[in-house]
């Protein structure tokens, strides 16, 4: 699509009209951008399978994170009206905040995108004695049943989402990093219908009352090529 649209333009300069330029060029544009995006989850995935992932665990509360995913997502949930109840006694948990960032917005991206405009989408966290768990919860369709599990395997996509750019990489991504985290990641489908992404984080007793010690990897950010960001 890049080669073939931008070849016709050179060839077609002296003869196509502005208007239709305009149009040739933002499709190389978005092909150019779909194609970063793409490359950006091979990386990660590649990243991830490797081991490469460094998990640079840090002490944060859950709540900035969450805020720091949905500001980047803005544009993309401007049709979605979005809630979410995080307790105000969550307790702090240590996690990589990139990472994590990475997996809600992966899981608030599926959620904007795979169900009808204007459907809301509930973000929630609770904790329990051992883990926090957090959900991302929608009114789309839900997923098919028996593929609760497959749609974390790598490439694998829910036949209808053809209509939709896509590779299924996203949720193999979500998996890989909260399973370096210690926790888990699964699918369900939701009473009253549509789909909720639940993942958890284990939780560590005592927050350190010094600074970690500073001989600690050097972090590499995962999304480093990830246009997300
Ligand atoms: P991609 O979105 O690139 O296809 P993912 O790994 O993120 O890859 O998702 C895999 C598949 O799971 C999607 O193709 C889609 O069929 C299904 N899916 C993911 N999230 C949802 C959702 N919130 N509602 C319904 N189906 C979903």
């Not at 009114?139 to 497959?150: A, H, K, T």
């Not at 979500?174 to 888990?184: L, P, T, W």
């Amino acid at each position: 699509m890049i080669k073939g649209t931008s070849s016709s333009l050179l060839k077609g300069r002296a003869t196509l009209n502005p208007a239709t330029q305009d149009e040739m060029l933002q499709t190389i544009y978005d092909e150019a951008e779909r194609m970063n995006w793409l490359v950006g989850n091979l990386l990660d995935m590649t990243r991830i399978e490797s081991g490469s992932v460094q998990v640079q665990k840090e002490w944060q509360p859950l709540e900035e994170v969450v805020g720091a995913a949905l500001t980047r997502l803005e544009s993309q949930l401007r049709n979605h009206p979005v809630t979410t109840n995080l307790p105000a006694d969550l307790p702090l948990l240590t996690l990589d905040s990139v990472l994590i960032e990475q997996v809600l917005i992966n899981l608030l991206e599926n959620a904007a995108t795979y169900t009808p405009a204007g459907s809301p989408i509930d973000l929630s966290a609770s904790a329990a004695r051992d883990a926090i768990t957090v959900a991302i919860a929608d009114r789309g369709p839900g997923i098919p049943s028996g593929d609760e599990d497959r749609i974390f395997e790598k490439f694998y996509r829910v036949a209808s989402a053809d209509s939709q750019r896509g590779v299924g990489l996203g949720l193999a991504i979500c998996r890989g990093i909260v399973e370096a985290h210690g926790g888990r990641i699964r699918a369900e489908n939701r009473p009253g219908g549509g789909a909720i992404f639940r993942f958890t984080l284990p939780l560590q007793r005592t927050p350190p009352l010094v600074a970690p010690e500073s001989d600690a990897p050097t972090h590499q950010p995962m999304t480093a090529n990830n246009p997300h960001h």
